[in-house]
């Protein structure tokens, strides 16, 4: 479980630093 939740955390911070446009983070938020 923890190993999906850090994946899932790493993906977030991944999606977070690659979103161009602020319309992505209110989508994923």
Do not use: D
């Not at 479980?1 to 850090?6: I, R, V």
Request: proline share 10%; charged share 0%; with cysteine.
């Amino acid at each position: 479980m923890s190993y999906l939740l850090n994946f899932v955390m790493i993906m977030c911070v991944f999606i977070c630093l690659a979103h161009p446009f602020p319309p992505l983070t209110g989508s994923i938020s």
